[in-house]
């Protein structure tokens, strides 16, 4: 003889979940009896976390058991670059690193900002750049006051150029 076994298999709808955060899509899905498989995607409208796209899509009716794959949002991976203007070294390299920004050559040239602080950088305050841009910053190397030398002999003029750091030709 033969003997029949009968497995009863049940069926669900896949529920609706895309714009959900990814926690709340997670527990939304596995309350209707289905695994999920998530996989992280860049995306220019979803906001980092957000569920963008489902498979299978909702309102389906499958097993209970069955995956279901959820697309989460990296976000776009443009990033807009902060303000460096005045800050220190140290800070704006920091600012960059919680960015998401390398930070490129680091400069020091004559502004009349402050030594010491970043008085220009490349690409500019607001600029919408790839996550792996390099930002250029220039470190002001201060101002230097040239003093009346007029009158006085060219050896002690040179001497008194010299003594403030400066190349004499």
Do not use: W
């Not at 009158?151 to 030709?169: C, F, I, Y």
Request: glycine share 12%; proline share 4%.
């Amino acid at each position: 003889g033969y003997t029949l076994i009968h497995e009863a298999v049940t069926f669900t709808t896949v529920p609706e979940v895309t714009g959900m955060e990814e926690a709340d899509a997670i527990r939304v899905v596995e309350r209707n009896g289905l695994n999920i498989t998530v996989l992280r995607s860049q995306s220019e409208e979803a906001p980092i976390g957000q569920v963008f796209e489902q498979s299978p899509l909702s309102g389906d009716r499958v097993k209970r058991g069955q995956s279901v794959t959820l697309m989460v949002s990296q976000g776009s991976g443009k990033i807009t670059v902060p303000d460096l203007l005045g800050l220190n070294e140290d800070q704006a390299v920091e600012a960059l690193n919680a960015a998401g920004l390398e930070v490129g050559d680091i400069i020091i040239d004559l502004s009349e900002m402050a030594q010491g602080v970043v008085f220009s950088q490349m690409p500019n305050v607001g600029d919408v750049v790839d996550g792996d841009a390099v930002i250029d910053i220039y470190i002001s190397g201060g101002v230097v006051v040239i003093p009346d030398l007029k009158g006085l002999p060219e050896t002690e003029a040179k001497q008194r150029l010299l003594d403030l750091g400066l190349d004499v030709g």
